[in-house]
């Protein structure tokens, strides 16, 4: 099985012990790289990736902010080597966006009429009974 990649610098102390679930997780990623994906649209097919992607930098961010059982070395090296997307976990800091799903859910550009994605509406201010489905990511409502 091929490793994370890495740079040339050794990593910190203590990544024997998040190596293994990264190592599944990057598995995973490769798997749903190369799924076929004839009868989906171009957007679903690219759902598990950013699901995939979410989990893992989630991961990195509960074990440094929630868990307290990384280094701030190693989380730094994590975010260094792209294992973990930076700007993600910087919105997980903000209040209002910590069930955020991806970036693409609050960039207005992306939208007709510049507004935010439906998953990012909360259930309460929605039609009782409404599915809400993510165009972007597959998101099934991240706002809280």
């Keep these: 099985m091929p490793k994370i990649r890495r740079s040339r610098k050794p990593p910190p102390d203590g990544w024997e012990l998040i190596e293994p679930t990264l190592e599944e997780l ?3 990623m490769r798997e749903a790289e190369t799924e076929p994906h004839e009868g989906k649209r171009i957007t679903e097919s690219l759902w598990p990736i950013f699901k995939i992607h979410h989990q893992k ?6 074990l440094f902010y929630r868990r307290k059982a990384i280094s701030r070395e190693l989380y730094d090296y994590c975010l260094k080597e792209k294992i973990a997307d930076s700007n993600l976990i910087a919105k997980w800091k903000k209040s209002g966006y910590e069930n955020l799903c991806c970036l693409r859910c609050i960039q207005t550009r992306d939208t007709n009429f510049g507004t935010n994605c439906i998953c990012r509406v909360p259930k309460s201010k929605l039609e009782e009974g409404r599915i809400v489905e993510c165009v972007h990511c597959g998101c099934r409502g991240c706002s809280g």
């Design 57 to 62: 930098t989630r991961y990195v961010y509960d």
């Design 26 to 28: 990057e598995q995973k």
